[in-house]
């Protein structure tokens, strides 16, 4: 599949140590999307993380709940609410991008999370869809018009931010092997792609966009 770039962001998910392999919220063999991406990192002109980046006190962490474990589900803000094990703490080590990943050509960084009293898996918006990142506008007003989606973890900030991606009009490419799903539950991460696939996000691997 030829594919062109013109018009397109790299769109670079959450790609922290927080989630990677001996972080708070590890992602099995999440460290492998780096190398990728920084391969892709290349053939694209325009580039734009996002980065979880929660205050200590976060309504999502369990241990902000007495009594509460990780993956136990309450009510937030009137939405259901997984809860977590504390992570990407604005500061910490663990927020930070690995430290391999080539920063150099990034246009902006979009952080997300930062309200206490409510999640934000989308690069995009909360997740009442209420707070706005101004990820759709820097894209709109650059001319964006394909989103290039990539990063951790491919059944919650990945797909997310890719339902969210193919809604606000952009034509949406998950980069197949450049993410990996964190799969609570053993489907999570099939049952992600299904959703996105259904919902009109396109798969492409990364080899189809180096040659
Ligand atoms: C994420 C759970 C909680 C993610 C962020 O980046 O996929 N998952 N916060
Ligand atoms: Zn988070």
């Known amino acids: 599949m030829a594919v062109n770039l013109k018009n397109s962001v790299l769109l670079i998910v959450d790609v922290q140590n927080d989630f990677l392999p001996g972080g708070a919220l590890a992602v099995n063999r999440g460290d492998e999307v ?105 894209l709109q007003n650059e001319g964006i018009m394909n989103v290039f989606v990539t990063g951790l973890a491919q059944d919650y900030c990945v797909k997310f931010t890719a339902l969210d991606s193919v809604s606000l009009g952009f034509h949406t490419y998950l980069i197949t092997d450049a993410t990996r799903a964190v799969n609570l539950n053993p489907k999570d991460g099939e049952a992600a792609l299904a959703e996105m696939q259904s919902a009109g996000v396109k798969f492409i691997e990364s080899t189809a966009i180096l040659d």
């Open 34 to 138: 780096v190398p990728v991406i920084n391969t892709l990192q290349e053939k694209f002109d325009f580039i734009v993380a996002t980065q979880d980046f929660h205050p200590a006190d976060h309504g999502s962490f369990a241990a902000n709940h007495s009594g509460k474990n990780p993956g136990e589900l309450i009510e937030l803000d009137g939405l259901t609410q997984i809860l977590w094990p504390v992570h990407c703490v604005q500061g910490s080590e663990g927020a930070e991008f690995h430290e391999d990943l080539n920063p150099i050509k990034w246009k902006a960084i979009f952080q997300k999370g930062r309200n206490p009293a409510i999640d934000s898996y989308s690069g995009f918006f909360d997740n009442a869809r209420k707070g706005d990142t101004g990820l759709a506008d820097f």
